[in-house]
């Protein structure tokens, strides 16, 4: 079973999540990412599934990521700082985040989404 972490109203996730369903995965919960985070070690598997790329894992169109003036900041910080932040503030996360608490992915894309959840 898959939780993903999201938003309830992006249709985004909710494509992300019937492609998964179409798919015979069964999503078991829909986390709200602004109330409840994705713990350190789930920000770690979506890191490490990314080559411990930050970038590939960060909401930089949100308003929250320009408020923050993370584009400056970003490469001065630790991953650990960065894992921390991440935790803190779950809107820096790109939508959705999906795992089964083993491995994770950040993207709503359907070919990455099937290679790594329907194969």
């Known amino acids: 079973m898959l939780t993903v972490y999201g938003l309830k109203?992006?249709?985004t996730t909710q494509k992300a999540i019937k492609f998964l369903e179409s798919g015979?995965?069964?999503v078991k919960e829909l986390i709200d990412i602004r109330d409840t985070p994705p713990s350190k070690e789930t920000i770690k598997l979506a890191l490490l599934a990314n080559d411990n790329k930050v970038s590939k894992i960060m909401n930089t169109s949100g308003g929250l990521y320009r408020e923050m003036e993370l584009k400056d900041k970003l490469p001065n910080m630790t991953l650990e700082e960065v894992i921390d932040l991440v935790n803190k503030n779950g809107?820096?996360?790109?939508r959705p985040l999906?795992?089964?608490f083993k491995h994770a992915t950040v993207s709503a894309k359907e070919d990455l989404l099937a290679k790594k959840w329907l194969s």
């Not at 809107?91 to 790109?94: A, E, N, R, V, W």
Request: contains cysteine.
């Open 24 to 26: 015979g995965r069964q």
């Open 91 to 94: 809107m820096l996360i790109k």
């Open 98 to 100: 999906v795992t089964d």
């Open 9 to 11: 109203q992006c249709s």
